[in-house]
């Protein structure tokens, strides 16, 4: 197996997901990727009819970013007709995913340059836009496994585990915090570009949903989010939702509901590219990598707790690598509830001051497709400010998976 760099990666700011109100909500998510991949030919210069294959994540395939976004966004940025394109769904681990499958066909021997990705405009083709819920509405599915929502799964962790109504907020006040301190020091800047309109006007140069100023006392006064549901009837015999996912969790007397707006990923809308290169097409071309890709993975657990396996797609990434956890300099452990990374940083006994140093989803959004690609490229950047060697990206995913990539510095 050939060693796979990454020579660059950038991304999108974060526009706030409302439609009509977020800066990025006028711009389809077609010219948002094609923007994304301008910006990455023209940082490193790459020929852009060297590119193999552009891999890209996304999550809601519906209306505008249906039929293949990947092929079309290339085709909206003016790239060679002989570039394609392919769009992946791994729901929340979409852009790692595309990522890491970019990188195997480095790996193989089958490509020499391939670029990774994802986008997601979430105030323009909003979750749920394909009618399809977890389970694609099989109802045979639905009578062998009641897959409950993902808020129902993260309160059901947080009550197994113990996590606190304070824990999870404590958790989101701190992601706040270190967001903040990271766009205030520039510790962005590298990744991100400023995303234009048609006519070349700036529309937003920074991350648009962290609230600065956040403070426990106002997180405290948030409602718990996913209680009304949990208590809404939707089994075969009139089951409420927190009864179903009780059913796999019979010592769980009561699922407490710990999640709000406040500790839990905004709705944002983004995009993120990768440069992938094999070293024989890195050398020949004169091209200075940023990193090596060292191992990828996924994982799956249990369906109806569902966010559980970014733990074990990170233990099987790092058996791979030959690593342990006390290996790895910094943690990207997505923030989709406060309580997976919580809980994945227990399981794997990770000191949180490795967690997440520049803040995470809840403050700074999740924009499902492209979120596993952004938290490379943040990764990276936070690496190189830092002098650091390692680092281990891992997203939760619906349905029980989890999905892990480990770089290092070269």
């Known amino acids: 197996m050939r060693d796979v760099f990454?020579?660059?990666?950038?991304?999108?700011?974060?526009g706030r997901g409302k439609?009509?109100?977020?800066?990025?909500?006028?711009?389809?998510?077609?010219?948002?990727?094609?923007?994304?991949?301008?910006?990455?030919?023209?940082?490193?210069?790459?020929?852009?009819?060297?590119v193999e294959d552009v891999v890209v994540g996304c999550v809601t395939q519906a209306g505008e970013q249906g039929a293949c976004v990947a092929r079309t966004a290339i085709l909206a940025a003016g790239w060679p007709d002989g570039v394609t394109g392919v769009t992946v769904n791994r729901f929340c681990g979409s852009g790692a995913q595309a990522v890491n499958f970019a990188?195997?066909?480095?790996?193989?021997?089958q490509q020499e340059v391939a670029v990774g990705g994802g986008v997601e405009s979430m105030s323009r083709v909003p979750m749920g836009s394909d009618g399809a819920p977890l389970d694609g509405n099989n109802l045979a599915l639905r009578k062998k496994l009641a897959m409950v929502p993902q808020g129902i799964s993260a309160d059901l962790i947080a009550t197994i585990e113990g996590f606190s109504r304070e824990d999870v907020d404590r958790f989101a006040l701190d992601s706040q915090h270190k967001a903040e301190r990271a766009a205030r020091e520039g510790r962005f800047a590298k990744s991100l570009f400023t995303v234009v309109d048609l006519d070349g006007k700036p529309l937003l140069?920074?991350?648009?949903?962290?609230?600065?100023?956040?403070?426990?006392?106002?997180?405290?006064k948030l409602e718990p989010a996913f209680a009304g549901l949990g208590s809404t009837p939707m089994g075969p015999a009139g089951e409420t939702v927190d009864e179903l996912a009780r059913v796999r969790y019979p010592q769980v007397a009561s699922i407490e509901h710990v999640h709000t707006a406040g500790n839990s990923s905004g709705i944002v809308d983004g995009a993120a590219v990768v440069l992938l290169a094999s070293g024989d097409y890195v050398k020949a071309h004169g091209l200075r990598p940023r990193a090596r890709l060292r191992a990828t993975a996924t994982a799956g657990a249990e369906p109806v707790i569902m966010l559980t396996a970014p733990a074990p797609a990170s233990e099987r990434a790092l058996k791979k690598a030959g690593m342990q956890a006390r290996d790895v300099d910094l943690w990207e452990i997505n923030e989709a509830f406060a309580a997976v990374p919580l809980q994945t940083a227990r399981k794997l006994g990770i000191d949180l001051d490795r967690v997440n140093v520049n803040g995470g989803a809840i403050a700074l959004g999740h924009p499902l497709g492209a979120t596993g690609a952004c938290l490379i490229g943040t990764a990276l950047d936070e690496l190189e400010r830092a002098d650091k060697a390692t680092a281990l990206i891992t997203l939760c995913i619906g349905g029980g998976m989890g999905v892990a990539t480990i770089i290092e510095r070269v």
């Open 19 to 50: 439609a009509g109100k977020g800066a990025l909500s006028g711009v389809h998510p077609q010219e948002l990727l094609a923007q994304t991949l301008n910006r990455l030919a023209e940082r490193t210069g790459i020929r852009k009819d060297d």
């Open 205 to 220: 140069d920074r991350d648009e949903h962290p609230r600065a100023g956040a403070t426990m006392e106002a997180l405290a």
């Open 103 to 109: 990188a195997m066909g480095v790996m193989s021997g």
């Open 6 to 14: 990454i020579v660059d990666a950038v991304r999108t700011p974060r």
